[in-house]
């Protein structure tokens, strides 16, 4: 699943930029554009372990120019700047630099990362070699509070616009412990895992918020009160209002135990009787005819399918998908459809 991007931007997922990290952040600077919630900072930290080296971050929203630059101190006739340990320890040894919420930073802060972005240089002293200069940020469009960066910052890093990719989530999940209904809850829905940054200030769904609600169900299961009324309560607080709504109206349908999709399109008798488990499942079928994942179906069972559903569920997964349908050999179906809505 892709997050959403302007028509010229070109992504990379995370695994992607980490390896890129890994191959050349000892010579070149990055910068990693994304909505908030995906992941970057847990991916740059992930890089650098894996290579062995420390990392090191700044808040960009947190520091100063001096912070950066260090302060003056005289030494015989002569100021020299100290910069801080942070960033230039006493042991010469290369390590992993974060610099966090880059586009945040007021322009003067910006300004003095000049030279550690392009010589990896603070003033008169350098990095030790070897050492990844790393920076990552939102976007203009996230609302979340970013400044306009100088060119003259833009020239000096390789931008990369980073990518959910929905595969690469669930891989991480399974080995960091996120609970086995959010991870199915998201195999079956994945447009789910990352939301569009809304125009108002409400939760909305992204890999981070997901993550932050499985710890906090897992909490409220150890302490022993989680019940309907606890989990509606923290998924709304958490992830977007329409996600929140399905996933807990599925918690107690257990989702665990639903079939492949391809089952139900084939044998239509084992579609769930409750109106949510129902609606989810046909909603999941729609996104793998929009995404060409049911291709191998028979039009017959296809058309069958089709017409074991209401009206109402027909129009539903066949709105703005006709022309899929109809490659699965759905003509037959969409047409005894079309007869009956429009009473012909």
Request: glycine share 4%.
């Amino acid at each position: 699943m892709d997050t959403p991007r302007s028509h010229f931007e070109e992504t990379v997922t995370l695994d992607q930029a980490r390896k890129l990290i890994q191959s050349m952040a000892h010579e070149q600077s990055f910068l990693f554009l994304s909505p908030p919630g995906v992941g970057k900072s847990e991916m740059v930290c992930q890089a650098a372990a894996e290579a062995g080296l420390p990392c090191r971050s700044l808040l960009g929203t947190q520091i100063a120019p001096e912070d950066v630059s260090g302060i003056p101190r005289i030494v015989g006739e002569r100021s020299v700047f100290c910069p801080p340990r942070l960033l230039l320890p006493e042991k010469p040894e290369p390590f992993c630099l974060f610099l966090d919420e880059l586009p945040a930073c007021a322009p003067d802060v910006q300004k003095a990362f000049y030279s550690l972005l392009l010589e990896r240089r603070l003033g008169e002293h350098a990095l030790p070699a070897g050492t990844w200069v790393v920076a990552a940020g939102n976007r203009m469009q996230d609302r979340a509070l970013v400044r306009a960066m100088s060119s003259a910052l833009v020239n000096r890093v390789t931008i990369l616009h980073l990518r959910v990719d929905a595969g690469e989530w669930q891989a991480w999940a399974a080995k960091n412990g996120i609970r086995t209904d959010i991870r199915n809850f998201i195999s079956h829905m994945p447009d789910a895992l990352m939301r569009p940054v809304p125009s108002e200030p409400v939760p909305f769904s992204t890999p981070r918020a997901w993550s932050l609600l499985s710890r906090a169900l897992d909490l409220a299961e150890g302490a022993g009160i989680l019940n309907r009324e606890t989990r509606r309560a923290l998924a709304f607080g958490r992830v977007s209002a329409e996600d929140a709504a399905v996933f807990c109206a599925l918690a107690e349908e257990q989702i665990a135990s639903l079939r492949p999709l391809a089952d139900y399109v084939a044998r239509p008798d084992l579609l769930p009787t409750t109106d949510a488990a129902r609606w989810f499942i046909l909603h999941c079928i729609r996104q793998h005819v929009r995404d060409g994942k049911l291709s191998h179906l028979k039009p017959r069972a296809v058309n069958r399918f089709l017409r074991s559903l209401s009206p109402e569920q027909q129009l539903t997964v066949l709105t703005d998908l006709v022309a899929p349908w109809g490659a699965l050999g759905a003509d037959s179906a969409m047409f005894d459809l079309l007869k009956k809505v429009t009473a012909l």
